[in-house]
């Protein structure tokens, strides 16, 4: 199941480093949700740990991001936004068509942005193009966890377990007769 990111709009109070006064300031962050609402819930939780208790925000607004894929990168502190054009051979017409999509990757400058969005594509099959990047305004993305870490193990494990194949699968005539024969009773 792919994520659904939404872009959400945020007017509250921040330090200005430059003045080191209280500026109000309206800054847009990512969420991963599943509705409006749970948007809305989600990033004024994510928001309340970067504030004091007597400050407040307002959600200005709350949109669906158009990004296809979101991609993190240590020691990176901006996002930028990354146009990526897949390229496909359309046997009907005979003509080459463009599908563009986003992607939002973490850098700290464009060049670097161009280099992790190369290796975000490395092992995409068909051609592609990049034909621009542009630093996004988004400050954060609050991706989403369960707060189960040990679930995911366990979900691992099974999917392991699932597609291993099992040794000695031979049947048991006898037990298979014996199921035959219980259900021809009923």
């Not at 990047?133 to 691992?156: A, H, K, L, Q």
Request: charge should be negative.
């Amino acid at each position: 199941m792919s994520a659904t990111w939404y872009e959400c709009k945020v007017k509250y109070r921040k330090l200005d480093e430059a003045s080191g006064m209280q500026k109000v300031k309206t800054e847009p962050f990512l969420v991963d949700a599943i509705s409006y609402t749970e948007a809305e819930s989600r990033i004024t939780e994510e928001m309340s740990a970067y504030l004091s208790d007597s400050d407040e925000i307002k959600i200005t607004n709350i949109k669906v991001a158009n990004f296809a894929e979101i991609h993190p990168f240590e020691n990176s502190d901006r996002w930028f936004k990354s146009k990526v054009s897949l390229i496909v051979f359309d046997e009907e017409s005979g003509k080459e068509r463009k599908t563009n999509q986003y992607l939002l990757v973490q850098a700290n400058d464009v060049k670097e942005a161009y280099d992790n969005t190369v290796s975000v594509m490395k092992d995409t099959m068909g051609d592609y193009t990049i034909p621009a990047i542009t630093e996004s305004p988004i400050m954060d993305v609050f991706p989403y966890f369960s707060g189960e870490e040990d679930d995911v193990e366990r979900v691992e494990k099974f999917k392991e377990l699932k597609d291993s194949v099992p040794e000695g699968n031979e049947m048991d005539e006898a037990l298979e007769m014996a199921d035959i024969l219980g259900s021809e009773e009923e």
